[in-house]
């Protein structure tokens, strides 16, 4: 199995700013993804992470407000830019395999 | 495109209870299928593997099927104990796709 490390856990924002988050994976995987996670509500998927070109993002999500980078097999990161209120949410990660999915413990991101 | 449903939406049960969490999907041409637990502000927690060529596989009190062709798994739950109170997802393998998962809630 594969142990997926996300930073920050939580982070309180002011808005207008950007945010980064960081994805790091312990072993070679062949996706990554990024959810967003709106309180009381389930997983919505952004993007799936592409390594070394362009995200591939979901509809409602754009590349201006969600930049994505993979720069390798076991990496990548995540921007909430130019914060509103609305962003506040918990964002995973997650990688898989051939054979089965991991998750991160998320980032709690409040803006403020 | 993949869609998820789940149902039920919420379950309130007894404890010692067996339950049935139900899980459909569109696209059937996935590889394998996880169902994963996440307990509120927590990240996801996987229960169970099923690979496209098995038709069940079980972890202690849990027990999952898959039936590939007609895009149908469920989650059954022997015994149930307020610890099982938690949100339980289905993932489809392929890009993992999530539906609104059922809220489980196991009375003492």
């Known amino acids: 199995s594969a142990v997926i490390s996300q930073k920050p856990s939580r982070d309180i924002c002011q808005r207008g700013t950007s945010l980064t988050i960081q994805c790091q994976v312990d072993?070679?995987?062949?996706?990554m993804f990024w959810y967003r996670q709106q309180p009381g509500q389930s997983l919505t998927l952004i993007a799936t992470?592409?390594?070394?070109?362009?995200?591939?993002?979901e509809s409602g999500f754009v590349i201006d407000k969600f930049p994505i980078s993979r720069p390798n097999l076991t990496f990548s990161t995540l921007t909430v830019s130019n914060m509103s209120p609305e962003d506040s949410s918990i964002y995973l990660c997650?990688?898989?395999?051939?054979?089965?999915?991991?998750f991160g413990q998320g980032t709690r991101l409040t803006v403020v | 495109k993949q869609e998820v449903t789940q149902i039920p939406a919420a379950l309130s049960v007894p404890e010692g209870e067996n339950l049935v969490l139900n899980c459909s999907f569109t696209?059937?041409?996935?590889?394998?299928l996880q169902w994963f637990r996440q307990d509120p502000g927590k990240g996801l927690t996987s229960l169970l593997l099923?690979?496209?060529?098995?038709r069940e596989q079980t972890s202690g009190r849990l027990n999952a099927s898959l039936d590939k062709s007609s895009g149908r798994s469920t989650l059954y739950i022997a015994a149930s104990q307020p610890g099982d109170s938690a949100t339980y997802l289905c993932?489809?393998?392929?890009?993992?796709?999530f539906g609104t998962g059922t809220l489980l809630a196991v009375q003492p």
């Open positions: 997650s990688a898989s395999t051939d054979r089965e999915a991991f």
């Open positions: 072993s070679q995987v062949t996706m």
């Open positions: 992470a592409n390594q070394g070109s362009e995200a591939t993002y």
């Open positions: 696209d059937s041409a996935i590889y394998n």
């Open positions: 099923i690979q496209s060529s098995q």
């Open positions: 993932a489809p393998l392929g890009k993992l796709i």
